[in-house]
């Protein structure tokens, strides 16, 4: 696989700037934006106040939102399937003497 390309700018302080437009402006933009604009991750996109970033550097910063999000998603997934799972043995730990009981009613008498 070969390296990624890097299309950030050289300039530090224009990279705060293209960071913050892209904030600004959220990934359901930015995404609408890359998809209104013709040309290779050469090319140049206008996202808010910023004119002039480059479409490789939009597509990389999306990515990593996408990522973002997804990584939450999956924390939060887990967390809930967790305390799913403590409360599902919570309710057969306070269910089992009820069940005990019931289970020695159903038996024959001697």
């Known amino acids: ?3 990624e390309e890097d299309y950030r700018p050289s300039d530090p302080v224009m990279e705060g700037r293209w960071l913050r437009a892209l904030e600004t402006a959220g990934i359901h933009v930015v995404r ?10 050469t090319a140049s996109i206008s996202v808010g106040t910023e004119q002039n970033i480059t ?3 939009v597509e990389r910063w999306l990515r990593d939102q996408e990522a973002r999000i997804e990584q939450e ?3 939060r997934y887990r967390w809930v399937l967790c305390w799913t799972i403590v409360a599902a043995v919570a309710a057969c730990i306070a269910a089992w003497p009820i069940i005990k009981d019931f289970a020695h009613s159903l038996r ?3």
């Open 73 to 75: 998603q999956t924390r």
């Open 108 to 110: 024959w008498p001697n």
């Open 32 to 41: 609408a934006r890359l998809v209104q604009s013709p040309g290779g991750s």
């Open 55 to 57: 479409k490789g550097y």
């Open 1 to 3: 696989m070969a390296p």
